[in-house]
């Protein structure tokens, strides 16, 4: 893992830092499992390891800067919604790459955030087709609000996504930058804020929308 919730001072902390100020207790900030920080690892993403030693997220699947992203942008909400909500790291829920839904409508979230708000970030990296209005649509039924955020070296610009997106609402995307390891988060999507009608969308681009 990159990150970890230090229960020692109540922070997130990044394995890139850890280093320098490698004192406390760290646990996992989705599973809530003790983690060991390995200040000599010299991927950060190796920075944290699950004590029982398994990993709580797949990394089959996902791109090494989509796992990236899913971790500072969590990081980044958890020190949000901790400010915003007066809670410790602990008290906020987020998991990676569950399902919001039922048995009949559902999607994994790349992140979920369900307790103080419900809230899912989509990370978006090279994807081929989002289906973003699909998945607001059905996060809007299930009473989660949405998140887009974009891997700065993906190959399509926050900046761009931002102005496909216009006609739908006015809508900041959150940025990851996976070299640097700095993350923004973007505006909480409401059905207020983004108009799901076919029209709005008729101009977003195939893989937005
Ligand atoms: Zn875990």
């Given at each position: 893992?990159?990150?970890?919730?230090?229960?020692?001072?109540?922070?997130?902390?990044?394995?890139?830092?850890?280093?320098?100020?490698?004192?406390?207790?760290?646990?996992?900030?989705?599973?809530?499992?003790?983690?060991?920080?390995?200040?000599?690892?010299?991927?950060?993403?190796?920075?944290?390891?699950?004590?029982?030693?398994?990993?709580?997220?797949?990394?089959?699947?996902?791109?090494?800067a989509h796992?990236?992203?899913?971790?500072?942008?969590?990081?980044?909400?958890?020190?949000?919604?901790?400010?915003?909500?007066?809670?410790?790291?602990?008290?906020?829920?987020?998991?990676?790459?569950?399902?919001?839904?039922?048995?009949?409508?559902?999607?994994?979230?790349?992140?979920?955030?369900?307790?103080?708000?419900?809230?899912?970030?989509?990370?978006v990296y090279l994807s081929?087709?989002?289906?973003?209005?699909?998945?607001?649509?059905?996060?809007?039924?299930?009473?989660?609000?949405?998140?887009?955020?974009v891997v700065a070296n993906g190959g399509v610009?926050?900046?761009?996504?931002?102005?496909?997106?216009?006609?739908?609402?006015?809508?900041?995307?959150?940025?990851?930058?996976?070299?640097?390891?700095?993350?923004?988060?973007?505006?909480?999507?409401?059905?207020?804020?983004?108009?799901?009608?076919?029209?709005?969308?008729?101009?977003?681009?195939?893989?937005?929308?």
């Amino acid at each position: 893992m990159l990150v970890a919730v230090n229960t020692t001072t109540d922070t997130v902390v990044t394995g890139a830092l850890v280093a320098a100020t490698a004192s406390g207790q760290y646990e996992c900030l989705f599973c809530e499992t003790p983690l060991v920080a390995d200040t000599a690892a010299e991927d950060p993403l190796e920075a944290f390891t699950h004590a029982n030693g398994t990993d709580c997220l797949h990394n089959d699947n996902a791109s090494r800067a989509h796992r990236i992203g899913e971790e500072l942008i969590s990081r980044e909400l958890c020190q949000w919604l901790s400010h915003w909500f007066g809670l410790s790291p602990q008290e906020v829920t987020v998991a990676a790459e569950k399902h919001v839904g039922t048995d009949a409508t559902w999607m994994i979230a790349d992140v979920r955030v369900s307790d103080p708000i419900q809230l899912a970030v989509e990370v978006v990296y090279l994807s081929s087709s989002l289906n973003l209005r699909e998945r607001l649509a059905l996060l809007f039924d299930q009473e989660y609000t949405g998140m887009v955020v974009v891997v700065a070296n993906g190959g399509v610009s926050p900046m761009r996504i931002e102005r496909h997106l216009s006609s739908v609402g006015a809508i900041q995307v959150g940025t990851v930058d996976p070299d640097r390891f700095e993350a923004s988060i973007g505006s909480v999507l409401t059905p207020d804020h983004v108009d799901l009608s076919p029209d709005a969308w008729q101009p977003v681009p195939a893989y937005l929308a």
